[in-house]
């Protein structure tokens, strides 16, 4: 087989070509007049009509003096915030931009999704990239990093020996404020600094954003100018960009206007027609076809659209020899593929079925289907005008080729490549996860496409969409999840009136359900979560129905709905018997114990601890950890440190960093109540730690204690302050109950100061809040004879102490607690007569 010579698309009467003389003199004119502000070259035109290419050929035009980058939104994973934002930081990074700011705060955004991992140069994001990460990281000297803007910042003022460039680091207002952001909010400080980045390079060197496919994003806009949240990001970030220029190409006008009217000052629309007549016949002439009559013929089927020019020229090439010309455009799409060879035709048809393609890809289909897979065969279809390069050796097809092709594929066809194309990305995931291959995309991504052909050919269970979003976990990529989820979501259907083109297996719906339950747990909304799990009472056998069920019932639990989520984790316990049960019958032993019935919890955790399978370290120790709250909530302060340590060393046997932070708070907890001194030193070292993690209700509860023993240590003035940074943690985190247990002991500290009637309001105040939270039955009995001792007593009090005591399930016998109660009491307050 010959291959073709690549046909150069674009001569050098480009500007008549193109019939784009004013949208090029547009382009001239924005680029001559960048200011401070936002600006949009909004090009619209329909499918085909040379709107890709035309942004090639400006971003080519466009001198050295100006940076430039492309976002491609035809690919799905460029239409997600975290990989788009990776993309343009690399291409804008390769070109002198710095981005030490927006480094950081992308490197706390991705810690805060994914807490369980540490800070490397294996996980990080731009650690290679990054000159002030890879300070960073080099000046830890290999010990773990925590990813919070405190923490990152003042590893930089080690790390970074400019003075100017560290001032500036240490110095930014909104690097100071990330900490204390919910992850939403995060995320728009990560845009905003961003921006904040392109805005200072602008003051050297100007810059040009090229956007292409927009309607990729929105598909469908809704009436009156509204659009599909999916393209919220894309307009927060354009909106910021002052000092530049963005070339959005999109099929209808860009909308925003007509819900924001400071678009309208910001978007400037050029629309793409097809070409005059003239114009057309150039470009054939130009590419080999002279006979007048096949020119206009070509011509006129065209309607003046590139995409069909460009075919046109490519079936020339095959076949130069005059044949009766197409009258419409989808015959031009018909005598190209009549004049390909039958084997290149077959193969593009079964090309089409995927996103993207690399040389790898075209040899699994070729293969599986018995078709040349030889690298003539490979430079041939790559050259084709409809075979769109991107980087690293990958192709996507052109979107109307795409329909064209796949008309001719029966469903049986196509829910076989679907199949060899599941196989091969995950045969990919898995070269990539030992590391033993580079292909050039996102460890995460093959999964992402595992999953989305895996769905479509009908051969893959909601168990294992799980699997793998589970594994695109493990790999430090919350985003390929959520991609997961978008491709579930646009397989299912957009909406709920729209029936999706072919049934949908049983159960792709709760695995979607499920997989953005879990990431809206991740991300603090437990509204949202509880909005994807209503409470049914349906089987909860498989691994789907069971995560999406104790999804559900941790949202309704963080959300103050303890006894209902505890009858969620209970019917998971008892009706599931899968992966998910260890997790479930977790959560079934620390409700338990919250809620008063110590010995129960217990003897659930040993039985759940029988059942770990060998990978589930974490939750082994999570069940010690359990049973040492269990015990110092119990005041059997020796046996609380033994089961401290026991679960330290699960943890460190799995490497788990969050969990090895915790026992740092728990043991300053402890330690209040059995060596106070030691316990303000060791609540300094948790601190730093927890700080460093960001956990906000774990500062909260690591204060708790330092006033706890600061208040046993008569230091009452800095006890006061411990607990006000306590109660200002606690209530940042929305951890009600923990800020209600602040408050019983702050009570007493009120107490030694005199303030009797601060003291009585605040004990009765925090009974309230347990009571209402349904929680801690036991210490609302302590409180109530805390107030008996030192005459304190209130009707309601007495009241709530009668409905928590038959609550309390204590191991061993009630008299034992009620002794140990009375000997931590005696800790913080006198008898009153």
Same mark, same amino acid.
């Given at each position: 087989m010959s291959i073709r010579p690549r046909y150069r698309r674009v001569s050098a009467l480009q500007r008549q070509f193109f019939n784009r003389e004013d949208l090029l003199d547009m382009y001239d004119e924005e680029l001559a007049s960048m200011s401070d502000g936002p600006r949009i070259l909004n090009v619209v035109g329909i499918g085909g009509i040379g709107k890709s290419r035309l942004l090639q050929e400006l971003r080519g035009r466009t001198s050295d003096t100006s940076r430039t980058a492309r976002l491609d939104l035809q690919l799905p994973v460029l239409r997600q915030q975290e990989d788009a934002l990776a993309v343009l930081r690399t291409e804008y990074g390769a070109q002198d931009v710095r981005f030490d700011r927006f480094d950081i705060a992308y490197a706390v955004l991705w810690q805060r999704v994914h807490p369980q991992l540490q800070m490397d140069r294996g996980n990080t994001p731009f650690a290679e990239e990054s000159e002030v990460l890879s300070k960073i990281l080099d000046e830890a000297m290999g010990l773990p990093v925590f990813g919070t803007a405190a923490g990152l910042v003042r590893i930089t003022g080690r790390a970074v020996a400019n003075r100017q460039r560290r001032r500036r680091i240490e110095e930014d207002p909104t690097l100071r404020e990330l900490d204390s952001l919910s992850n939403a909010e995060l995320g728009h400080a990560v845009t905003y600094l961003f921006a904040e980045e392109m805005r200072q390079s602008a003051e050297e060197r100007p810059y040009v954003l090229f956007v292409d496919a927009y309607e990729a994003m929105v598909p469908t806009p809704l009436p009156g100018g509204r659009s599909f949240a999916s393209d919220a990001w894309l307009r927060d970030l354009l909106g910021q960009l002052h000092g530049g220029l963005t070339v959005l190409a999109s099929r209808e006008a860009v909308p925003w206007a007509a819900y924001d009217r400071d678009w309208a000052s910001v978007i400037r629309k050029a629309r793409v027609g097809g070409l005059p007549m003239a114009a057309r016949l150039d470009l054939l002439a130009q590419a080999g076809i002279v006979e007048i009559p096949r020119q206009r013929s070509i011509a006129e089927a065209s309607a003046g659209v590139p995409f069909y020019l460009h075919l046109a020229v490519d079936t020339h090439l095959q076949n130069p020899v005059p044949v009766e010309e197409a009258a419409t455009s989808e015959e031009i799409v018909q005598r190209f593929l009549q004049h390909v060879a039958p084997d290149e035709v077959r193969i593009l048809e079964l090309l089409s079925v995927a996103r993207t393609f690399d040389l790898e890809v075209f040899r699994a289909v070729g293969r599986s289907f018995d078709l040349p897979t030889n690298v003539l065969t490979w430079e041939s279809l790559t050259a084709y005008s409809f075979a769109y390069p991107l980087p690293q050796g990958w192709y996507r097809?052109?979107?109307?080729?795409?329909?064209?092709?796949?008309?001719?594929?029966?469903?049986? =066809?196509?829910?076989?490549?679907?199949?060899?194309?599941?196989?091969?990305?995950?045969?990919?995931?898995?070269?990539?996860? &030992?590391?033993?291959? #580079?292909?050039?995309?996102?460890?995460?991504?093959?999964?992402?496409?595992? =999953?989305?052909?895996?769905?479509?050919?009908e051969n893959l269970s909601p168990e294992e969409i799980l699997r793998h979003a589970d594994r695109a976990l493990g790999m430090s990529s919350r985003q390929a999840v959520d991609g997961m989820v978008k491709d579930l979501r646009d397989r299912l259907g957009p909406s709920a009136g729209v029936r999706p083109a072919a049934p949908v297996p049983a159960g792709i719906r709760d695995a979607a359900d499920c997989l953005e339950a879990e990431s809206k747990l991740e991300l603090g909304d437990a509204g949202g979560a509880i909005a994807l799990t209503p409470v049914l009472e349906t089987p909860v056998r498989s691994l789907v129905s069971a995560r999406l069920a104790l999804a559900g019932a941790n949202a309704r639990r963080i959300a103050g709905e303890s006894s209902l989520a505890a009858r969620i984790f209970e019917r998971v316990w008892e009706g599931h018997d899968g992966e998910a049960r260890a997790s479930a019958g977790f959560c079934v032993a620390d409700i338990r114990m919250w809620q008063g019935d110590f010995a129960g919890a217990f003897a659930l955790a040993e039985e759940v601890q029988g059942i770990c399978a060998p990978g589930e370290g974490v939750i082994r120790g999570d069940l010690k950890r359990l049973m040492h709250l269990g015990y110092r909530f119990l005041m059997d302060f020796s046996r609380a440190e033994e089961l401290l340590e026991e679960a330290e060393a699960e943890y460190h046997a799995v490497g788990a960093a969050i969990g090895l932070a915790n026992i740092r708070t #728990?043991?300053?907890?402890?330690?209040?109540? &059995?060596?106070?001194?030691?316990?303000?030193?060791?609540?300094?070292a948790a601190l730093e730690i927890q700080r460093d993690l960001g956990a906000q209700h774990e500062i909260g509860k690591v204060y708790t204690a330092m006033a706890i023993a600061q208040t046993r240590l008569g230091l009452l003035d800095r006890a006061v302050l411990s607990f006000g940074n306590a109660n200002t943690a606690l209530d940042r985190a929305g951890y009600r109950s923990g800020r209600a247990r602040a408050d019983m002991f702050r009570a007493f500290l009120l107490l030694r100061r005199g303030d009797r009637g601060t003291a009585r309001e605040l004990l009765l105040h925090a009974a309230r809040e347990f009571e209402i939270c349904q929680v801690y039955p036991s210490l609302i009995v302590a409180i109530h004879r805390a107030a008996e001792r030192t005459g304190l007593t209130h009707p309601e009090l007495t009241a709530m102490a009668g409905r928590a005591r038959p609550a309390v399930r204590p191991l061993g016998e009630a008299e034992d607690l009620r002794r140990r109660t009375e000997a931590v009491l005696s800790m913080f307050i006198e008898v009153t007569s």
């Open positions: 097809l052109h979107q109307l080729m795409i329909a064209a092709l796949q008309h001719h594929l029966s469903d049986r =066809v196509k829910r076989h490549v679907h199949a060899v194309l599941r196989q091969h990305w995950e045969d990919l995931a898995d070269r990539m996860g &030992t590391g033993a291959e #580079n292909s050039g995309v996102p460890r995460s991504s093959p999964l992402r496409e595992a =999953v989305y052909h895996g769905i479509h050919g #728990n043991r300053a907890e402890l330690l209040a109540f &059995t060596d106070p001194g030691a316990a303000v030193a060791e609540a300094g």
